[in-house]
């Protein structure tokens, strides 16, 4: 880093964890806000978002406070999200990558939503390798945010804007007991139909359509979470920056594998900014069962590589 204009970072190492400190209570603090949007923004604003979806009044109100909100401290450079084309310039400092409300299908069944939050120290896109630190808050029941830096995750509960410490060190055990697969099953490559049979014999189902909920469930139980590849979605369907990426940061840090077929989505070359992957993460030995029956899945004959409607 050290170069002027976007993506540069004049921050010194030692003043990075302070800024993940302020990053995650900054995001604490606006969580009472946007708990409300989820009840007063619920229609459709008519216009799709970079990847092609319909946009939720609650998804473009939550990018814009969170954007005015990080985007006004002092170590945040740049912010971008899931809702906006480009990423906004602020300065120097490090990036925010954010999926300000992940699974927004759900608040009309009322079932799990999140908030994702990647912080970078680079230019975006960036290399998964280039994260700092990583978090999600997940609003159910309660809310609650599990946060990743280099040193390892913790889990809070969030109340009234406040964080207290709910698991200081999530570690994920080496098999666990839950599954959630995404995806039409006939869209599925044989060889992840196969791994996703022999999983089924020892792992329960719980897969809700909202990623953060999905993926806490695998690192309160331990287990296995996929969103694979689809005939139709040959890249698979989540963002590398704002949701893959973070989440892999978050599993990674808790003792967990992830995948996207080939390598580490950590080590996935990042080529563009609302660039989609196939992302596996969990548990070590589900995780090891999955790369050795996707070993060679790229070349798998029975997933298309036709143009997706998507991309
Ligand atoms: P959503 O479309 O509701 O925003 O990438 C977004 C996401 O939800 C993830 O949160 C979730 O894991 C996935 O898509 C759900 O996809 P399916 O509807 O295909 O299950």
Redesign the pocket.
């Known amino acids: 880093m050290g170069t002027s204009g976007p993506g540069s970072n004049d921050l010194k190492t030692a003043d990075e964890p302070a800024c993940i400190t302020s990053i995650v209570d900054t995001v604490a603090k606006t969580v009472p806000k946007l708990r409300t949007a989820f009840e007063t923004h619920r229609s459709y604003e008519g216009e799709a978002n970079p990847s092609g979806?319909e946009m939720l009044a609650a998804d473009v109100y939550a990018d814009e406070l969170l954007e005015s909100r990080l985007g006004k401290l002092a170590c945040v450079g740049t912010y971008a999200s899931?809702e906006r084309a480009d990423p906004v310039w602020i300065g120097s400092g490090l990036s925010v990558a954010v999926?300000p409300?992940?699974?927004?299908?759900?608040l009309s069944s009322n079932n799990g939503?999140?908030t994702i939050v990647g912080v970078y120290d680079g230019g975006l896109p960036a290399s998964g390798r280039d994260l700092i630190g990583a978090m999600y808050v997940l609003y159910g029941p309660t809310t609650t945010a599990m946060v990743a830096t280099r040193d390892g995750v913790t889990e809070y509960l969030l109340t009234q804007g406040e964080r207290e410490v709910l698991t200081p060190s999530v570690s994920l055990p080496e098999t666990g007991t839950v599954y959630g697969f995404?995806?039409?099953v006939p869209e599925w490559s044989g060889a992840f139909r196969r791994y996703s049979m022999s999983v089924q014999r020892r792992l329960k189902r719980r897969?809700g359509?909202?990623?953060?909920a999905?993926v806490n469930q695998v690192l309160s139980h331990g287990g296995v979470f996929a969103?694979p590849r689809l005939e139709t979605r040959p890249s698979g369907?989540?963002?590398l920056q704002f949701?893959a990426n973070p989440i892999a940061f978050i599993v990674e840090q808790a003792g967990g594998l992830s995948y996207q077929g080939e390598r580490s989505v950590l080590d996935t070359e990042p080529e563009r900014l609302h660039q989609r992957t196939p992302l596996f993460v969990g548990s070590p030995e589900p995780l090891a069962e999955l790369i050795e029956t996707l070993g060679g899945a790229t070349t798998d004959p029975t997933v298309t590589t036709r143009e997706s409607p998507w991309d």
């Open positions: 979806e899931e999926d409300l992940d699974g927004s299908s759900n939503v999140g995404g995806g039409p897969y359509g909202a990623l953060v999905d969103y369907k989540l963002r949701e």
